[in-house]
T-cell receptor
Framework: GENVEQHPSTLSVQEGDSAVIKCTYSDSASNYFPWYKQELGKRPQLIIDIRSNVGEKKDQRIAVTLNKTAKHFSLHITETQPEDSAVYFCAASHTGNQFYFGTGTSLTVIP | DAGVIQSPRHEVTEMGQEVTLRCKPISGHNSLFWYRQTMMRGLELLIYFNNNVPIDDSGMPEDRFSAKMPNASFSTLKIQPSEPRDSAVYFC??????????????FGPGTRLTVL
């Protein structure tokens, strides 16, 4: 089955700096890669996703890049703000099948 | 749309008791997922359904856990008997599913279960 690894497990950045979280996957059939943000005590919420026919996708301060050859994808958050502090999960799936989640990255943005 | 609805939001019970968690997926979604989240093990998929049929239950920890989806708008996760190690947050998620080639999962608010 699919195996998703996520790094780093914790990340601290100064407000205004950029944050990058990286994930690798093992199954070349995976074609959908969502990112979820989970604030303390809340549900995971989708913040951005990318499909395998696209190399990069951007939504305001967040962007995701995908390298199918190397089987890795990354989340980039620019101009970080304290409200970006949360746990971020990556996932990989093959259309219609289950998600394989990474182990999460706890991001702290220091004011 | 109200989103995925779960009940109860919090459950405190004693070891050995039966626990039933409930989920109402987003209307029109064909796939439903049950997850368990703990600090130690992260987010684990327990079971998922497609068109009310269980597709993969390999994540169900043991026979004490069972899940049903009697219709497209309701699912239950039952633990009988419950044990302290079952204490966790249980999330239900739904997605439009294969039929629409859309697989984004939307999570419910979760049920925080504490087994004493």
């Amino acid at each position: 089955g699919e195996n998703v690894e996520q790094h780093p497990s914790t990340l601290s950045v100064q407000e205004g700096d950029s944050a990058v979280i990286k994930c690798t996957y093992s199954d070349s059939a995976s074609n959908y890669f969502p990112w979820y943000k989970q604030e303390l005590g809340k549900r995971p919420q989708l913040i951005i996703d990318i499909r395998s026919n696209v190399g990069e996708k951007k939504d305001q301060r967040i962007a995701v890049t995908l390298n199918k050859t190397a089987k890795h994808f990354s989340l980039h958050i620019t101009e970080t703000q304290p409200e970006d502090s949360a746990v971020y999960f990556c996932a990989a799936s093959h259309t219609g099948n289950q998600f394989y989640f990474g182990t999460g990255t706890s991001l702290t943005v220091i004011p | 749309d109200a989103g995925v609805i779960q009940s109860p939001r919090h459950e405190v019970t004693e070891m050995g008791q039966e626990v039933t968690l409930r989920c109402k997926p987003i209307s029109g979604h064909n796939s439903l997922f049950w997850y368990r989240q703990t600090m130690m093990r992260g987010l684990e998929l327990l079971i998922y359904f497609n068109n009310n049929v269980p597709i993969d239950d390999s994540g169900m920890p043991e026979d004490r856990f069972s899940a049903k989806m009697p219709n497209a708008s309701f699912s239950t996760l039952k633990i009988q008997p419950s044990e302290p190690r079952d204490s966790a947050v249980y999330f239900c998620a739904s997605s439009p599913g294969l039929a629409r080639e859309e697989d984004t999962q939307y999570f419910g608010p979760g049920t925080r279960l504490t087994v004493l």
